[in-house]
């Protein structure tokens, strides 16, 4: 597609429910990002895979945080049991290459958890 | 580690005033530095970006220097629109092996017709 898709836009879960949002990257880009944004607040890093290999999970809050990208394209965020700090906008991007230095965002997905 | 610090808002400015949003940042090396600009309803849309030191990022009538001996990277614009109202992030990125982008908080920007 033209630029990066992510699925749902929104999402409304309850406390203790499992979630999937799923991210279509600009097609050829080779990295890709998954950031968390709280209301007010700036993007945080949460996860970067290059092809089909995670090679930074280091911003994943907790054990409950789960993503893959097991062909090197679409990626899937995963939260279990979610609670309610995880409310928040889950925000993809992609790049064309690693260290090509800018990304492109998806419009994200707005998770409430009530 | 590599952070990014940005003038707190919202600035609320009359259309045509002149606009500066301060940004510094911390990191080893030689970062990137971007100016994101997010839209009400929109998503993430990079505004302009800077290489190395001295190189100036411009569009849409928004400038800004990257200078490495004050670690600075200013947003400004010399007459600012009622549609330039939107939330602005200052970024960088850096090869720490991974090329993730560190925003600022952003700022949100009111500007009144």
């Known amino acids: 597609g033209a630029g990066v898709s992510q699925s749902p836009r929104y999402k409304v879960a309850k406390r203790g429910q499992d979630v999937a949002l799923r991210c279509d990257p600009i097609?050829?880009?080779?990295?890709l990002f998954w950031y968390q944004q709280a209301l007010g607040q700036g993007p945080e890093f949460l996860t970067y895979?290059?092809?089909?290999?995670?090679?930074?999970k280091s911003g994943l809050p907790s054990d409950r945080f789960f993503a893959e990208r097991p062909e090197g394209s679409v990626s899937t965020l995963k939260i279990q049991r979610t609670q309610q700090e995880d409310s928040a906008v889950y925000l993809c991007?992609?790049?064309?290459?690693?260290?090509?230095?800018?990304?492109?965002f998806g419009q994200g997905t707005r998770l409430t958890v009530v | 580690g590599n952070s990014v610090t940005q003038m707190e808002g919202p600035v609320t400015l009359s259309e045509e005033a002149f606009l500066t949003i301060n940004c510094t940042y911390t990191a080893t090396g030689y970062p990137s530095l971007f100016w994101y600009v997010q839209y009400p309803g929109e998503g993430l849309q990079l505004l302009l970006k800077?290489?190395?030191?001295?190189d100036k990022g411009s569009n849409k009538g928004f400038e800004a220097t990257y200078r490495k001996e004050t670690t600075s990277f200013h947003l400004e614009k010399g007459s600012v629109q009622v549609s330039d109202s939107a939330v602005y992030f200052c970024a960088l990125t850096q090869d720490t092996g991974g090329f993730k982008t560190i925003f600022g908080a952003g700022t949100r920007l009111f500007v009144k017709a």
């Open positions: 991007a992609s790049s064309p290459r690693q260290g090509s230095g800018r990304a492109f």
């Open positions: 895979f290059q092809n089909e290999a995670q090679l930074d």
């Open positions: 097609s050829g880009h080779v990295s």
């Open positions: 800077a290489t190395k030191a001295d």
